[in-house]
């Protein structure tokens, strides 16, 4: 990357290991940490049970030269590995992950994901926009980003997926914002734990479609939203994060809607942004999040 | 009432009305409030739609010596009420309501009701308690007020539901407060909008029994509690009140029962106090809230 | 107008009047309003004293032929006027009302709005940007917005000030959105009521500049940030909407910052909101926000 | 302690670290820990900074036969201490803190207090309360607590604080649960880190008396509860918990007050929580809660 070196991600590493819970492991971790020379800043761990669970540490650190000796670094951790039955995730902060964001025709998601990453509040690029709609192009391009307009009906969905697939190329991770398509299987099975919903509803109440108009029926009086990573199964994907708002009984279907966006936004925006600092961690149906 | 006068409730009523909704309504309830001279100290209304929907006022007012006119303001709304169509609801805030709270084994929503009482945040006395275990006798006891043991099984369910509404008599309001039992369509029909309950999740999430364990199976972020009128149909009845609280991966379900316990009691403690200050009116499946 | 008809503002009217405090008043205004057949759609009121204070009504109603028919509602108001001592403002929801922006260097409040008046959420034009800095002059011409640099120095800073009032013309209100300088009284009196600022801390803790430093160094566990009228008095102005974020002990000085941006773009957003909505009433160094 | 075996509790230690922050220390901890076999259930830290700064951790573990190993443990400790600078705190959980609670009239926050020990939410003792005024002595002897009514008066401060000292006797925690008296230096002194005390505001904003009166006046629209330490300068102790709640130009000082008294209660009754568990490290002026 030619990019200018940021001082805020220059040798700055993110670790996320995972491994059956033993007496011993963090001594060993940071054990070996301290032998190549990392200065840990942060440091989360987790047992899903201290008897016979699996344990997950999450650490940054900063290794001078870290792009050099990574390899170093991944050698000491493979010479864990049999012993201690790891498995490990090892990232450099100054890697720009890459986003491939799905949109239909409401642009708040987007627009929240365009701004946070010009902030430089999610460290993110956006590498392509798609969208079964063409509206969005210009909010895109305003951006400086490719916008493809694939058009879906029943009949090319596989056709469409896979021209989608073709165009965003290779990318780290897929935001569907608002993406009022429902993917495949396959789809989902091409980036597992990497591809991100927003559902616009507090699941697992209101699955499905038009949740905002079935939580008026029913009467509610807080609307949220949930982030989740997509699996085969429709809305049942683990959870990242909710967060709700307050209506009353003053709110119509689109008070709700409008509302919700607002919640929206902020719910699929916190959970990218934790998902590209490496800070979610898939457990079965849940999620560990290192927030 | 021999209870010495209050000044904050003496002469103050409270009037819920509603009808069709047309054009010079307000102007017509707003006539006859000034008429007999009450001044009007707080006013809130609703209409489900202007254009043909019901409308509904709830007013505060201050009418001097209103125990005595109360008949002549009944008359004057009488009055109004085939040309409007009105049904109303006229409340003297110096009656305190009575209230038969059903507990099993947990006391917190029953105590943090009892605080409420004690320091006048809820102008309300509570009649009875009746619980279908013992173990509560004690904290009832402390505060003064009656506790009756009536013991459940599938096989003396009705004869248990008939021995209770004897034993709380003649009540305003039944809060069932952590009852771990389903009271009977019957017993319902005695107490229409009159009959709230506490569930322990965020419905229509997680209806029924154990909603934490299934929440936390879910990896949901957010717990929540719902207070809600009884109807005949579990858990489906009106919504009055919800809230939520954030959890995250390292909540257990007991941990998740435990930060519930304070939402339940805030939820279902506000959810009493705006019905017993004629706060709540249900519309169809749902509630208005002038809170 | 040009601007083609929209149903959901066409003939929609809000008025908010004020008047001492006496019973009859709602009956006199709800009644003029029959009488010239409006519709009253939303009607809040408070009273600050129901003995001797000031009584606020405001309502949103129909009436066909809005524009029309004004005049007949301004001299029937007119008719009341002595007797009740009435003021009002009436408002058209027709009419777009104009704001002048004026920022710095960060654009994040700006955004929000840009947004918000984008997606109808706040309805209102944009009419200028005004900033001491270029910086954010693409921000505003991506949205075809005027944008305006009037470098402000001491020495310059009131003709800096005859400048941008200038150049902004006619405006319904000015929006201070992390504007970096304090304006004169005597800007400050041109805009009575008119002009709405965003501070970043929660007032009246850390009034002055730089508050995320002074909230750092105190060790606050929540953020917050304030928008108000701005009077003469710096930071003393009337508060019309407040938020809080919650930080930790890992928070940096520019964590808070990064996080407090979020608050502010929201506060800011919803108070304008209120405000060109009519929502807004200043009461002393106090409002009523009939949210 | 003849207390039955508690098995959420027995052989559970707490274990926290203060050292100047270099790298290694967590090898160093972590295999000191593994030596002794202590299978460590919770971990968290924190670096004031990773240049020079302080380095802080927390352990949660669990040690078999803890209390008949915990010489052998602190031995081990003894051992890093001088070549890390370590200073640290051993709790053995099985170890019930004693407290003592000063009130004055209002029972709020005893009342919570009561009820979280009561539900073993709060694993502490309330060894005696304290009152200046003799009211609260019933809501003490309702729950088995030893009430002692020491009157102060200006001209009696002194020997008032030094007869209730001497009545307390030893406890862990001093808790001033809306105390009404500002308790002298030397009082602060005699309970280092362990005097907490409820400002009934969202401190720096308002300090000192009636800050509720004080909140009306200034018109905020969120109005707070601190808890904090107490050190001899008035109000300004390192915080340890802020939350506040909605009010609207509704509410006068007297519902201020009310809706104050549940964001106090829940403030300091989470303050205290997380003090007993050790949670809670004073770092200059500012708190780190390890939540």
């Excluded at 344990?55 to 201690?84: I, K």
């Excluded at 400086?144 to 307009?149: L, Y």
């Excluded at 997509?230 to 509302?259: F, K, N, S, W, Y």
Aim: aromatic share 6%; hydrophobic share 45%.
């Amino acid at each position: 990357m030619s990019a200018p070196r940021d001082p805020r991600t220059a040798d700055l590493g993110r670790l996320v290991v995972r491994c059956p819970d033993r007496p011993g492991i963090v001594a060993a971790l940071s054990g070996l940490m301290a032998q190549v020379g990392a200065n840990i800043t942060e440091s989360q761990q987790h047992s899903s049970d201290p008897s016979g669970g699996t344990f997950t540490l999450r650490l940054e650190f900063v290794l001078a030269d870290l792009a050099g000796r990574r390899a170093e670094l991944e050698a000491a951790l493979a010479g864990l590995a049999g012993e201690w039955q790891l498995t490990w995730r090892l990232t450099e902060a100054a890697h720009t992950p890459r986003l491939a964001v799905f949109v239909s025709r409401t642009d708040h998601v987007l627009q929240e994901l365009l701004y946070r990453v010009g902030s430089g509040d999610l460290r993110a690029e956006i590498a392509a926009v798609v969208s079964n709609h063409p509206d969005l192009e210009p909010v895109a391009r305003a951006h400086g980003v490719p916008f493809h307009h694939v058009p879906v009906t029943p009949d090319t969905k596989d056709a469409a997926e896979a021209r989608a697939l073709e165009l965003i190329g290779d990318v780290d991770l897929v935001v569907l914002a608002r993406y009022m398509q429902i993917v495949s299987p396959d789809f989902c099975s091409r980036f597992p734990e990497r591809l991100i919903n927003i559902h616009h509803s507090f699941l697992p109440a209101f699955v499905g479609a038009n949740p905002y108009q079935a939580a008026h029926d029913r009467g509610v009086k807080l609307i949220g939203a949930t982030a989740h990573y997509v699996t085969a199964e429709l809305d049942a994907g683990p959870i990242i994060e909710q967060e709700v708002a307050r209506v009353d009984h003053r709110a119509t279907v689109d008070d709700m809607r409008r509302i919700g966006r607002y919640v929206e936004r902020q719910v699929l925006a916190q959970a990218v942004t934790w998902h590209v600092e490496d800070r979610v961690v898939v457990e079965g149906d849940r999620t560990i999040v290192f927030g």
